[in-house]
């Protein structure tokens, strides 16, 4: 089962290796963290309070919380 924590990196990880051509670390750091924060916004909005509401709200505190080198990972599991 895939952790909150694993979640939030892949999700940010894919965000930043997708979209983030910025010469600035800075710009592309802040445009990964909005995408994978509004992803978490919007499967929130589709959920309600279901059972998986608990599980996407931590995901968008880790993402809201970390730093670059806590969130981005090299390798992301196919």
């Known amino acids: 089962m ?11 990880t894919k ?6 051509f910025e010469l600035s670390h800075e710009k592309n750091y802040i445009t990964a963290k909005d995408i994978s924060t509004s992803t978490c916004n919007e499967v929130l909005g589709y959920m309600g309070a ?6 996407w709200t931590e995901v968008k505190d880790i ?9 981005y990972i090299n390798q992301i599991p196919c």
């Open 2 to 12: 895939i952790t909150a924590q694993n979640k939030a990196q892949e999700l940010y």
């Open 63 to 71: 993402l809201i919380k970390s730093n670059h080198q806590q969130l």
């Open 50 to 55: 279901d059972r998986g509401y608990e599980f």
């Open 15 to 20: 965000a930043y290796s997708r979209w983030c």
